[in-house]
């Protein structure tokens, strides 16, 4: 019960913290996001999307763990493989209806047509998966391998590194493109 509960506190202060740094991030950046006409109208999807998708990826390597469906190793691994396509896959398709909404919404609204936000969705969230994918594998099987339950930190740690990848990829869209 001890571990438990030093785990999950352990957690949700790095989720704070996590927290604090992807909104600061965020608002030292205002005068970029305002050149993309729809971003304020997708950053809490794309947001909530990147912990959603990563989150979904860790619950299920974890339970393959302790299943022993899996083992903590990325070689060889097709438990593994099948749910980083899925991921990826996810990632992209929810990544495209979020900036085709936020372009209609824009549309509708403000009457802007600025395909732009389409693309920056597409790329901030392939970008987002190449952050946040290897990190929850890496933390899954080495929270694993070291006596911890994934399920009691994971939660908060994909929830924090979801929102700094996500705001980071946002930004470094918005430069590319």
């Given at each position: 019960?001890?571990?438990?509960?030093?785990?999950?506190?352990?957690?949700?202060?790095v989720?704070?913290?996590?927290?604090?740094?992807?909104g600061?991030?965020?608002?030292?950046?205002?005068?970029?996001?305002?050149?993309?006409?729809?971003?304020?109208?997708?950053?809490?999807?794309?947001?909530?999307?990147?912990?959603?998708?990563?989150?979904?990826?860790?619950?299920?390597?974890?339970?393959?763990?302790?299943?022993?469906?899996?083992?903590?190793?990325?070689?060889?691994?097709?438990?593994?493989?099948?749910?980083?396509?899925?991921?990826?896959?996810?990632?992209?398709?929810?990544?495209?209806?979020?900036?085709?909404?936020?372009?209609?919404?824009?549309?509708?609204?403000?009457?802007?047509?600025?395909?732009?936000?389409?693309?920056?969705a597409?790329v901030?969230?392939?970008?987002?998966?190449?952050?946040?994918?290897?990190?929850?594998?890496?933390?899954?099987?080495?929270?694993?391998?070291?006596g911890?339950?994934?399920?009691?930190?994971?939660?908060?740690?994909?929830?924090?590194?979801?929102?700094?990848?996500?705001?980071?990829?946002?930004?470094?869209?918005?430069?590319?493109?």
């Amino acid at each position: 019960m001890h571990k438990d509960f030093r785990e999950i506190f352990y957690g949700e202060l790095v989720s704070l913290t996590g927290g604090i740094v992807a909104g600061t991030m965020l608002a030292s950046a205002t005068n970029q996001i305002m050149l993309v006409p729809g971003l304020f109208i997708l950053l809490p999807g794309f947001l909530e999307m990147r912990g959603s998708i990563s989150g979904s990826m860790s619950a299920r390597l974890s339970s393959g763990l302790f299943l022993k469906i899996t083992k903590p190793q990325a070689r060889n691994n097709r438990f593994l493989r099948e749910n980083v396509i899925a991921a990826v896959i996810l990632a992209f398709v929810v990544s495209l209806v979020l900036g085709l909404v936020s372009f209609a919404f824009s549309y509708y609204f403000f009457g802007i047509t600025n395909a732009k936000i389409i693309y920056v969705a597409i790329v901030a969230g392939l970008l987002s998966n190449i952050i946040e994918i290897p990190l929850t594998i890496m933390a899954n099987f080495w929270l694993f391998r070291h006596g911890h339950d994934p399920n009691n930190i994971m939660g908060p740690y994909i929830t924090t590194i979801g929102d700094i990848a996500s705001v980071a990829s946002i930004l470094i869209a918005i430069v590319i493109l």
